[in-house]
């Protein structure tokens, strides 16, 4: 295939996931008139109703094989079948709440240990701050009352230490 | 029927649809199968449903084109109707095919 070629293959089958229903009902119609056609035509020439619609399936084929080729013209299959196994994922999640319940658990905690044991080591193993003794490191904030109108001062914090 | 039928040949159909339509002007997808079973007098065997993928695959390629309209029996029906792309293509795989027929049959010997 050309590139040009290989570009419209694709960008069609994509844009047709989108037409997805009317597509398949365009074909849903169009092999029904098929058999129709067939049957009528079977009649016609004198064969009885029943065993018309018989021979009209049969000479149609496979309707599912049909249908699945069909499919494989019209989308773009990996697409369309990731979609449909996520949503089948969802759905089984859905009906079994309890595994489900348990699986986010696992992983919540799971992750969130790695997370916490990540940080840890990173900080003071890995890139530890670049001073000397960082585990003297404090914060200092003020709380308001009624004895310093002013903001303390770094002696007077030093003072109240004790 | 008690004769036996040839199962259409991998990738043929296409080139067999194209001809029709090239032949007989717009049809639908019944007309088509008619029209290629009447051609091979009834010896080839065609599962009529895969007509429809064909023409998918023909449509997207841009070698035909399709539209709806009413058949002689008053059905909704989606006729079918080749392209100019598709006569250029038609006459490529004509070409083809007969270059490759030629192959073969110096290859094989001839049935007693």
Known sequence: MKPMQRIRFFSTRIVNLFRRSTLESDLTEQLEVH?????DDLIERGMEPSQAERKAREVMGNDVMVRELARDEMFARFI???????????????????????AAISLAIGIG??????SLTNSTL?????????????TIWTVPDRHHKLNPTLSTTRSRQA | MTEKKSEVLQGTLDLMILQSLDSMGPLHGWGIARRIEQVSEDVLFLNQGTIYPALLRLEQQGWIKSEWGVSENNR???????????RRQLAKEV?????IAGIISRILPKPE
Request: hydrophobic fraction near 40%; avoid cysteine.
């Open chain 2, 95 to 99: 070409d083809n095919w007969w270059r």
């Open chain 2, 76 to 86: 909704k029906a989606k006729y079918f109707q080749i392209t100019r792309a598709g």
């Open chain 1, 113 to 118: 240990a790695n997370t916490f044991i990540f």
């Open chain 1, 80 to 102: 369309d079948e990731g979609i449909r196994d996520i949503r089948h994922g969802f759905r089984s999640l859905a009906q079994h709440k309890a595994f489900a319940t348990v």
């Open chain 1, 126 to 138: 890995l890139n530890p701050p670049g001073y000397p003794a960082p585990e003297r490191l404090l």
């Open chain 1, 35 to 39: 058999r129709q056609m067939i049957k």
